[in-house]
Antibody, heavy 126, light 110 residues
Framework: QVQLVQSGAEVKKPGSSVKVSCKAS????????ISWVRQAPGQGLEWMGG????????HYAQKFQGRVTITADESTSTAYMELSSLRSEDTAVYYC???????????????????WGKGTTVTVSS | QSALTQPASVSGSPAQSITISCTGT?????????VSWYQQNPGKAPKLIIY???KRPSGVSHRFSGSKSGNTASLTISGLQAEDEADYYC??????????FGGGTKLTVL
């Protein structure tokens, strides 16, 4: 059964960037989508964006457009999420999740997320 | 884009049934049968319990069921057990290759 192994906790200064990795152990990213979801302390889940690793096609929530970059390296079964211009409100646990998608009429439909990483805590503080 | 609307909290006694609603718009929940539900225990990653409105992944209890009417999806948990106490989130495809979560509902088993 595939597991998603995320990189370790990060402490960053405001204005800097953070890059979190997510490696598929015991499987590959092929045929799946990878989503990035964050959860601020005491708050709900928030979908940031996703990528179809086999195509290298990424999609972003409007809120994060221009500030987040999601990439994937199929050769290492690893996905990445880079968030720039960090502010204190970006302090959160960041999860990667493997999901299923459909491709119809040139549109990608993210369906659901069935395998989750354990999360990476990112703290933004001066 | 605003989050899907869920009640902040629901509660029920053991063996009872509860329903959690998830209200969106005609641009998300109302337009696609692509609603999923996740259970999250404190300090843990979310777990998929319902997908495509009413399908259960292998290994998920039959006590969990989903439905949808118009712009509102619902999660029903029957035969409440203490172990069901957790946070529950709905999620819907929201167009333009994006997903949207609900604000989450805290379930308390009395």
């Amino acid at each position: 059964q595939v597991q998603l192994v995320q990189s370790g906790a990060e402490v960053k200064k405001p204005g800097s960037s953070v890059k979190v990795s997510c490696k598929a152990s015991g499987g590959t990213l092929s045929s799946f989508a990878i989503s990035w979801v964050r959860q601020a302390p005491g708050q709900g889940l928030e979908w940031m964006g996703g990528i179809i690793p086999s195509l290298g096609t990424a999609h972003y929530a409007q809120k994060f457009q221009g500030r987040v970059t999601i990439t994937a390296d199929e050769s290492t079964s690893t996905a990445y999420m880079e968030l720039s211009s960090l502010r204190s409100e970006d302090t959160a646990v960041y999860y990667c999740a493997r999901g299923t998608y459909n491709n119809y009429a040139f549109m990608f439909y993210y369906l659901y997320m069935d395998v989750w990483g354990k999360g990476t805590t990112v703290t933004v503080s001066s | 884009q605003s989050a899907l609307t869920q009640p902040a909290s629901v509660s029920g006694s053991p063996a009872q049934s509860i329903t959690i609603s998830c209200t969106g718009t005609s641009s998300d929940v109302g337009s696609y049968n692509l609603v999923s539900w996740y259970q999250q225990n404190p300090g843990k990653a979310p777990k998929l319990i319902i997908y495509e409105v009413n399908k259960r992944p292998s290994g998920v209890s039959h006590r969990f069921s989903g439905s949808k009417s118009g712009n509102t999806a619902s999660l029903t948990i029957s035969g409440l057990q203490a172990e069901d106490e957790a946070d529950y989130y709905c999620c819907s495809y929201a167009g333009r290759s994006t997903l949207m979560f609900g604000g989450g509902t805290k379930l308390t088993v009395l």
